[in-house]
């Protein structure tokens, strides 16, 4: 044994025990955290979002039904590629108020509407999470969207991918 491992804990008299498995330690903590982070994903696929931009005034809403017409580009906050408009559609923001018998009761906004937006882009799928532009996208994400003249803040809706995303 005191060929192997001297009295100061030093393999061969040249390295310290203590010292090599730190250096394990943190070999192994990069190699984890670079598999974690580039993943073992199935590359570039169809992927279809549905954002919502809630109460939006109806004067904005018809503006931005306007804007994103089906074909336009849609970015997200870094400017990098979201996908193309599909379908826009403007709903009424739905509002509730307690009547007078205490029951709740629901009614269209007058001033307020939701746009939903369907956007249809190339997406990576890793570890089970969907990425489009750079933001990973599951159900209630916040996304912010930009464009020419405006930057809204939508929620994610529906995502679909892979054989299901596509028209």
């Known amino acids: 044994m005191s060929r192997?491992?001297?009295?100061?804990?030093?393999?061969?008299?040249?390295?310290?025990?203590?010292?090599?498995?730190?250096?394990?330690?943190?070999?192994?903590?990069v190699v984890f955290a670079v598999v974690r982070l580039t993943g073992t994903g199935s590359g570039t696929i169809p992927v279809r979002v549905t954002f919502t931009a809630e109460a939006v005034r109806s004067s904005d809403a018809a503006e931005m039904q306007r804007s994103w017409q089906p074909g336009v580009t849609m970015t997200d906050e870094s400017g990098k590629v979201l996908g193309t408009v599909q379908k826009v559609d403007v709903k009424k923001t739905p509002e509730e108020y307690l009547n007078s018998e205490g029951e709740l009761e629901r009614f269209d906004s007058p001033i307020f509407s939701d746009v939903v937006v369907e956007v249809?882009?190339?997406?990576?799928?890793?570890?089970?999470?969907?990425?489009?532009?750079?933001?990973?996208?599951?159900?209630?994400?916040?996304?912010?969207?930009?464009?020419?003249?405006?930057?809204?803040?939508?929620?994610?809706?529906?995502?679909?991918?892979g054989d299901d995303a596509r028209p």
């Open 4 to 29: 192997f491992l001297d009295e100061r804990g030093r393999i061969f008299g040249k390295a310290n025990i203590v010292d090599i498995l730190v250096l394990l330690v943190i070999i192994a903590v």
């Open 120 to 161: 249809l882009g190339e997406g990576e799928y890793s570890n089970g999470v969907v990425r489009i532009g750079s933001s990973s996208v599951t159900g209630n994400d916040k996304v912010i969207i930009v464009g020419h003249g405006y930057k809204r803040q939508t929620v994610v809706t529906r995502v679909l991918w």
